[in-house]
C-alpha cells in the first residue's frame, strides 16, 4: 500500500531480502535436518530442533544487518528475535507434527511443510515487532 498516510506496507524490499535469508537457512536447516536423521538416526523432533537452532544465529546476523537494517540496540532486539523465533518455531513444529500423525505425510516431506507457515510469521513479527524501527528515528 504504497503512498498510504501511515507509510505501512504489508511487504517491500526487506521482504526479497528476508526471503534470500530464508532460502539461506532452509538450505542450511534442512541439510542439517536429513543429516542428523539419516546419519545419526536423530528423531524429528530432534532433527528439527538442531536444524533450527544452528539457522537461528545465522538468521539474526543476516536479518539484523542485511534484511531490517536494524540500527537499535542489540539485546532488546535479539530477546524479540528469540522469542519470535520460539512462537514461529512453535507453529512449525506443529504443523511437521500434525502432518505426520494426523495425515501419514512422510517426514522428510512434513518437515519441508513446516516452513510456509514459520517463514510468513517470522517475517511479519520480525518487521513489525524485533527490527521496527524506533519511532523517534526518522
Given at each position: 500500500?504504497?503512498?498510504?498516510?501511515?507509510?505501512?506496507?504489508?511487504?517491500?524490499?526487506?521482504?526479497?531480502?528476508?526471503?534470500?535469508?530464508?532460502?539461506?537457512?532452509?538450505?542450511t536447516?534442512?541439510?542439517?535436518?536429513?543429516?542428523?536423521?539419516?546419519?545419526?538416526?536423530?528423531?524429528?523432533?530432534?532433527?528439527?530442533?538442531?536444524?533450527?537452532?544452528?539457522?537461528?544465529?545465522?538468521?539474526?546476523?543476516?536479518?539484523?544487518?542485511?534484511?531490517?537494517?536494524h540500527?537499535?540496540?542489540?539485546?532488546?532486539?535479539?530477546?524479540?528475535?528469540?522469542?519470535t523465533?520460539?512462537?514461529?518455531?512453535?507453529?512449525?513444529?506443529?504443523?511437521?507434527m500434525?502432518?505426520?500423525?494426523?495425515?501419514?505425510?512422510?517426514?522428510?516431506v512434513?518437515?519441508?511443510?513446516?516452513?510456509?507457515?514459520?517463514t510468513?510469521?517470522?517475517?511479519?513479527?520480525?518487521?513489525?515487532?524485533?527490527?521496527?524501527?524506533?519511532?523517534?528515528?526518522?
Open positions: 500500500m504504497k503512498g498510504s498516510p501511515s507509510g505501512f506496507r504489508l511487504f517491500d524490499a526487506s521482504f526479497i531480502r528476508f526471503l534470500i535469508v530464508g532460502v539461506a537457512n532452509t538450505m536447516g534442512l541439510l542439517v535436518i536429513y543429516a542428523a536423521k539419516w546419519f545419526f538416526g536423530a528423531n524429528d523432533v530432534l532433527a528439527n530442533v538442531i536444524g533450527y537452532g544452528l539457522g537461528l544465529i545465522q538468521s539474526f546476523i543476516l536479518n539484523s544487518t542485511w534484511t531490517f537494517k540500527r537499535g540496540k542489540v539485546l532488546p532486539a535479539l530477546a524479540k528475535f528469540l522469542l523465533f520460539l512462537c514461529a518455531y512453535a507453529l512449525n513444529l506443529a504443523t511437521v500434525a502432518a505426520i500423525h494426523l495425515f501419514s505425510v512422510n517426514s522428510y512434513a518437515q519441508a511443510m513446516g516452513i510456509l507457515p514459520y510468513l510469521f517470522f517475517y511479519l513479527a520480525s518487521r513489525y515487532f524485533v527490527f521496527m524501527p524506533d519511532k523517534g528515528a526518522a
